[in-house]
């Protein structure tokens, strides 16, 4: 099956390409190659592309930043995802977009894939207009706080919070809010059986439990054998002060993820401190 793919460098895309690419045969739309945000250049890459179906995981991610460059993260998660769309549709090719827990307001968890969006920040809801876009038409995925062993091109939260606390710098962790961390290795393998058994539907492949940040720290911690004194404590409230509104519980879970055995945030950890020794 020939792949086309989009952020194909991007954390959670270039994981994907590294795991899956003796099943699929991948054809990156990189930004050298076309500027997704531009109709024309979207239809002058796809329209002689051979492919069978296209897996949208670029986008534009950074939460805080949203608030203030609107402009950008609509053109990335929605414009992109119209015009991408479009063009997969008039080919009649598959369309898989990647989407967010983001687009829930995290007030009555747990989510799944019944529940009723409501996003309560603009990233969140440029990626739902993103969903509606293909609604019914595509599968959207849904992943929350993606994370891996290494990517050298940007951090996630756990390497982010290992690499202070290896430098012996103190970090806090929230304690009245709820994360869902889903290692990045699970969403490809899941990836791979939902691309391979298309259907127009939403699902969520995300971590096997959820906790909060303060005791994902904690876990972090005792994996490999990091000095927990350097975790204090921290409210919500007081953490994201002036930042955009994030929801508070996050508990994210799937009735639909029969095929693909999600690890713990542990389970995770202690498959890549194994792989590190």
Known sequence: MKIAITGATGLVGSRIVELLNN?????????????????????????????????????????????????????????????????????????????????????????????????IGYYGQTKYEGEQVVKDKAMIVRISYPFRKQYDKRADFFRTIKSLLEQGKAVTGITDSVITPTYIDDIAYGLKHLMMNFKPEVYHLVGADSLTPYDAF???????????????????????RGKAKRPRQGQTTSVKNTFQKMKSFREALIEIAASIK
């Not at 239809?43 to 460059?69: I, M, S």
């Open 23 to 119: 099943d699929f045969d991948f054809i990156p739309l990189n930004h050298d190659a076309v500027d997704i945000t531009d109709a024309e250049s979207v239809k002058k890459t796809l329209e002689n592309l051979d492919y069978d179906l296209l897996l949208h995981c670029a986008g534009y991610t950074n939460v805080d930043g949203a608030e203030t460059e609107k402009e950008k993260a609509r053109l990335l998660n929605v414009t992109a995802t119209e015009n991408l769309f479009a063009h997969s549709q008039v080919k009649q090719k598959k369309f898989i977009y990647v989407s967010t827990d983001f687009i829930f307001d995290g007030t009555n968890p747990p989510y799944d894939e019944s529940s009723t969006p409501n996003p």
């Open 218 to 240: 904690q876990e972090i911690t005792k994996i490999f054998k990091l000095k927990n004194d350097l975790i204090s404590k921290i409210r919500c409230d007081e953490f994201f």
